[in-house]
């Protein structure tokens, strides 16, 4: 589905690293770890068509993602650090702003289903740091995208939300959908197919 060849990334002069390549295959989870500043971000921003590499290239179902950039990101749904979410929305305008064909209903059941019952009006400046982060998260029960890219998912995540958010991944993996993220947390899915690649430190590969 997605495939990675010989990338290699640069940032202030420093490699972070070189030579990656690998496969994201339907139906799996894949793990990026590896220490602060070894270029997990860097790599996901990369796959997303957001930055360039000094070398090598991505491609999305054999076709290089800069030639097939409507079609790949019509496949894409990208969550970085950051919640990326509006402050003077709602929670359920937040997710309208998203996926305007929506159902009400299936908004707030996506809200719900992400611990957020009884949020769905207030405004997400109100919420708390992990309730705004649950409302970015609210997208994957909504999102028919194939790829999922998700920059450190579980960040501000309270135990039950971990677990939640985890059974979410993997029900998407056993539907055919591909998973890439990064995270500190333990992450070890028993339903679908699961790898990890851990950036070298030092920034070498």
Known sequence: ????????????ERVLFRGLTFSLNPGEI???AGVN????????????GLATPEAGEVKWQGEIIKRARDSFHQQLLWLGHQPGI???LTADENLRFFHANSLLKTRWEALAAIGLLGYEDVPVGQLSAGQQRRVALARLWLSAAKLWILDEPFTALDPA??????????AHAAQGGSVLLT????????????????LPEGGVS
Request: hydrophobic share 45%; glycine share 6%; aromatic share 4%.
């Open 30 to 32: 894949f793990q990026i």
């Open 86 to 88: 509006k402050a003077v």
């Open 161 to 170: 939300g971990i677990e939640k958010l985890t059974c979410r991944l993997e």
């Open 37 to 48: 500043g070894a270029g997990k971000t860097s790599l996901l921003r990369i796959l997303c």
């Open 1 to 12: 589905m997605l495939d990675v060849l010989n990338l290699a990334c640069v940032r202030d």
């Open 183 to 198: 995270t500190h947390q333990p992450l070890r899915p028993v339903n679908c197919a699961f790898r990890k690649l851990t």
